[in-house]
């Protein structure tokens, strides 16, 4: 901005030293007002204008004082005086001294005064666009050094700072590129925050930024795992392996990592891909990998183990290994051993024989649930590892009326084909009847172990269908809610066990946050880059996430990630349009205040309230239209 008569604007600021407080009796900043200003051959010129002394309130708040002086100074029309009430109050008091000294000029002060009033019933609010959300992201992506990574790495400004929208609005807004490319464009301040043009994105630079991100998955990787423990001091102690699947949409003829195989997510009609997480106890990911759709869990391992954890400097203990039941074959187990780590996991097959161990102590523990599950150790014939005996009572209920549901299921489709020997028209050779019988089985297995079935005939033809329930039926209801804990750990008690097993909820929780709230799943995506590029951007989205829910934690805000980002968009950007008595155009561009839990969120995180600072600008009547947006630039405060 130029004065009238071609001089830059002046600027003000502080300048301290470090001096005793004879008050305090410590050391402290003493300050004085400075301006800083070109004068007419164009250099630069400083002059100090008042001494402050040591400071009656908190050093941050003189960054609001200077903006409210300079803006004074430099006779810029305002609607509004960005500080909060003291900032304000302080201001005046060094505004009044300076004029009363001489040190400046209000000769035109009436006349500046009359400029900056504006008529009410002319204000406008227009352009309101959702910021809080895209605002905590930034500064948690920000808290993990992103920006210095890939920095470190040659990335150009202009490519960071795409690569800060991308991520921030996969977080918020986790759509296809075409829908996010809409949402920037008509919805989000996410540009205003990031710097980057916000009439440069399209579907096309957000489907390149993903890919560049790929490129760079091993890095970023390890960095970010670095990053979190240095961040919150971990230790990686236990570390979690478990894998998922997610689904394609189309056929994916040409893809090499869609195949058919067995879906967690009952999808036996669509193409998968399989996920590999390994994360930490504390849910951050330390490694990742995809493989092809028909991989099954116990195979994966050996491909993996050399990566199942990355170590920081300051972290060098024996890891625990926690994996699931379908990855923990005896040829995995040996592969952990071998490796140099310790392993807890469900045992694969059901221990029928075991006695109870030389100690026969039985330890209860009370769930968050309050359920009391009830652990004892025992011993089985031919097997080294440590076991624990899980006894569930909310486990049993679960299991027994899953059970007893498709029992019943299984015993009405037997009383149909039992119904059908005696009607006209019913099936009754006995191929078709045992073929019936078959589809029953093949339905329900888990209810078809506790009968035996024996079809009688007479010439080829069906007379009936007995049905006898199995002795170890009776066995298999005293079984239900218990499970085996198998461990190579030795010294260990019997919570502490139990409490390690039960961290493997983190990763299953990873997985249900990337598919839900990051809409991981379906797979859109033609080929395989395009595919591998979308899951790690929701892997990178995710370490973002879990990031700002694990500080929240710490404080006691258990909130999921869309009710967080619910609660912060409350805060949005908005333009603020008025004319003075000289018919000049006057708007501010600037973020409402938050909310009580919007602030809540940001104390919570340590993080600040405001994205940028307010922008203002003045234009005549004729050049409205054409300056309406050109002036506004983001400022990051502080």
């Given at each position: 901005?130029?004065?009238?008569?071609?001089?830059?604007?002046?600027?003000?600021?502080?300048?301290?030293?470090?001096?005793?407080?004879?008050?305090?009796?410590?050391?402290?900043?003493?300050?004085?007002?400075?301006?800083?200003?070109?004068?007419?051959?164009?250099?630069?010129?400083?002059?100090?204008?008042?001494?402050?002394?040591?400071?009656?309130?908190?050093?941050?708040?003189?960054?609001?004082?200077?903006?409210?002086?300079?803006?004074?100074?430099?006779?810029?029309?305002?609607?509004?005086?960005?500080?909060?009430?003291?900032?304000?109050?302080?201001?005046?008091?060094?505004?009044?001294?300076?004029?009363?000294?001489?040190?400046?000029?209000?000769?035109?002060?009436?006349?500046?005064?009359?400029?900056?009033?504006?008529?009410?019933?002319?204000?406008?609010?227009?352009?309101?666009?959702?910021?809080?959300?895209?605002?905590?992201?930034?500064?948690?992506?920000?808290?993990?050094?992103?920006?210095?990574?890939?920095?470190?790495?040659?990335?150009?400004?202009?490519?960071?700072?795409?690569?800060?929208?991308?991520?921030?609005?996969?977080?918020v807004y986790p759509y296809s590129e075409l829908r996010t490319t809409r949402w920037i464009q008509e919805n989000s301040a996410v540009c205003e925050i990031t710097g980057y043009p916000m009439e440069k994105i399209t579907k096309d630079k957000l489907y390149q930024s993903a890919l560049d991100l790929y490129r760079v998955k091993d890095r970023l990787e390890a960095h970010l795992s670095k990053r979190t423990n240095e961040l919150f001091d971990l230790q990686d102690k236990i570390?979690?392996?478990?894998?998922?699947?997610?689904?394609?949409?189309?056929?994916?003829?040409?893809?090499?990592?869609?195949?058919?195989?067995?879906?967690?997510?009952?999808?036996?009609?669509?193409?998968?891909?399989?996920?590999?997480?390994?994360?930490?106890?504390?849910?951050?990911?330390?490694?990742?990998?995809?493989?092809?759709?028909?991989?099954?869990?116990?195979?994966?391992?050996?491909?993996?183990?050399?990566?199942?954890?990355?170590?920081?400097?300051?972290?060098?203990?024996?890891?625990?290994?926690?994996?699931?039941?379908?990855?923990?074959?005896?040829?995995?187990?040996?592969?952990?051993?071998?490796?140099?780590?310790?392993?807890?996991?469900?045992?694969?097959?059901?221990?029928?024989?075991?006695?109870?161990?030389?100690?026969?102590?039985?330890?209860?523990?009370?769930?968050?649930?309050?359920?009391?599950?009830?652990?004892?150790?025992?011993?089985?014939?031919?097997?080294?590892?440590?076991?624990?005996?899980?006894?569930?009572?909310?486990?049993?209920?679960?299991?027994?009326?899953?059970?007893?549901?498709?029992?019943?299921?299984?015993?009405?489709?037997?009383?149909?084909?039992?119904?059908?020997?005696?009607?006209?028209?019913?099936?009754?050779?006995?191929?078709?009847?045992?073929?019936?019988?078959?589809?029953?089985?093949?339905?329900?297995?888990?209810?078809?172990?506790?009968?035996?079935?024996?079809?009688?005939?007479?010439?080829?033809?069906?007379?009936?269908?007995?049905?006898?329930?199995?002795?170890?039926?009776?066995?298999?209801?005293?079984?239900?809610?218990?499970?085996?804990?198998?461990?190579?750990?030795?010294?260990?008690?019997?919570?502490?066990?139990?409490?390690?097993?039960?961290?493997?909820?983190?990763?299953?929780?990873?997985?249900?946050?990337?598919?839900?709230?990051?809409?991981?799943?379906?797979?859109?995506?033609?080929?395989?880059?395009?595919?591998?590029?979308?899951?790690?951007?929701?892997?990178?989205?995710?370490?973002?996430?879990?990031?700002?829910?694990?500080?929240?934690?710490?404080?006691?805000?258990?909130?999921?990630?869309?009710?967080?980002?619910?609660?912060?968009?409350?805060?949005?950007?908005?333009?603020?349009?008025?004319?003075?008595?000289?018919?000049?155009?006057?708007?501010?561009?600037?973020?409402?205040?938050?909310?009580?839990?919007?602030?809540?969120?940001?104390?919570?995180?340590?993080?600040?309230?405001?994205?940028?600072?307010?922008?203002?600008?003045?234009?005549?009547?004729?050049?409205?239209?054409?300056?309406?947006?050109?002036?506004?630039?983001?400022?990051?405060?502080?």
């Amino acid at each position: 901005m130029i004065r009238k008569s071609g001089l830059p604007l002046a600027v003000m600021y502080f300048k301290s030293v470090i001096r005793r407080n004879p008050e305090t009796a410590r050391y402290e900043g003493y300050y004085r007002l400075v301006e800083s200003y070109r004068n007419v051959s164009g250099r630069i010129c400083h002059r100090p204008l008042l001494t402050i002394g040591f400071l009656p309130y908190e050093v941050e708040k003189l960054n609001d004082i200077r903006r409210i002086l300079t803006d004074r100074l430099n006779r810029t029309p305002n609607v509004f005086e960005q500080g909060d009430e003291e900032a304000v109050r302080w201001a005046d008091i060094y505004w009044q001294q300076l004029v009363e000294s001489g040190k400046i000029d209000v000769s035109d002060r009436a006349y500046e005064e009359k400029k900056r009033m504006i008529n009410i019933d002319e204000l406008l609010l227009k352009d309101g666009r959702e910021a809080g959300a895209e605002w905590m992201c930034y500064q948690g992506m920000e808290q993990l050094r992103f920006r210095e990574k890939l920095e470190e790495m040659g990335w150009k400004e202009d490519e960071i700072r795409l690569a800060y929208t991308q991520l921030i609005s996969r977080a918020v807004y986790p759509y296809s590129e075409l829908r996010t490319t809409r949402w920037i464009q008509e919805n989000s301040a996410v540009c205003e925050i990031t710097g980057y043009p916000m009439e440069k994105i399209t579907k096309d630079k957000l489907y390149q930024s993903a890919l560049d991100l790929y490129r760079v998955k091993d890095r970023l990787e390890a960095h970010l795992s670095k990053r979190t423990n240095e961040l919150f001091d971990l230790q990686d102690k236990i570390i979690l392996y478990d894998l998922t699947n997610t689904y394609f949409e189309g056929e994916k003829k040409g893809s090499n990592l869609a195949r058919f195989g067995r879906s967690k997510e009952k999808r036996s009609d669509a193409r998968l891909i399989v996920l590999a997480l390994v994360v930490n106890a504390e849910g951050f990911i330390k490694y990742s990998d995809v493989f092809e759709g028909n991989m099954s869990d116990s195979s994966s391992l050996p491909g993996i183990i050399d990566r199942i954890r990355v170590r920081t400097a300051e972290s060098q203990c024996r890891a625990i290994v926690v994996l699931d039941a379908g990855i923990a074959t005896e040829e995995n187990l040996a592969l952990i051993r071998a490796n140099g780590y310790d392993y807890v996991c469900v045992s694969r097959t059901k221990i029928k024989d075991y006695a109870i161990g030389p100690e026969g102590k039985v330890c209860k523990v009370n769930t968050k649930n309050d359920e009391t599950v009830t652990l004892e150790r025992v011993q089985s014939a031919g097997m080294t590892d440590y076991l624990l005996k899980i006894s569930s009572p909310g486990k049993a209920l679960k299991e027994g009326s899953m059970k007893n549901q498709f029992e019943s299921r299984f015993l009405q489709e037997i009383e149909k084909i039992r119904q059908s020997l005696g009607k006209k028209h019913g099936v009754k050779k006995v191929d078709k009847v045992h073929q019936r019988i078959g589809r029953a089985i093949e339905k329900y297995p888990s209810a078809v172990r506790f009968y035996s079935i024996e079809v009688r005939s007479e010439q080829d033809t069906a007379t009936e269908i007995i049905l006898t329930k199995k002795e170890n039926s009776i066995e298999a209801e005293e079984r239900l809610g218990v499970y085996f804990i198998r461990t190579s750990l030795k010294t260990e008690g019997e919570e502490t066990l139990w409490i390690i097993y039960n961290t493997i909820r983190e990763v299953e929780s990873a997985f249900r946050c990337l598919k839900t709230d990051l809409d991981l799943r379906p797979v859109y995506h033609k080929n395989d880059d395009a595919t591998l590029a979308h899951l790690y951007l929701g892997l990178l989205a995710y370490s973002l996430v879990n990031t700002i829910r694990y500080q929240l934690k710490a404080k006691g805000i258990h909130h999921d990630w869309q009710e967080i980002v619910r609660i912060t968009n409350t805060q949005k950007v908005v333009t603020t349009y008025g004319k003075n008595n000289f018919g000049e155009t006057i708007y501010v561009r600037r973020c409402t205040d938050p909310n009580e839990k919007v602030k809540t969120i940001y104390q919570a995180l340590g993080y600040r309230n405001y994205p940028f600072v307010k922008r203002k600008s003045v234009v005549h009547k004729s050049e409205f239209k054409k300056n309406q947006f050109s002036g506004f630039q983001q400022i990051n405060d502080g």
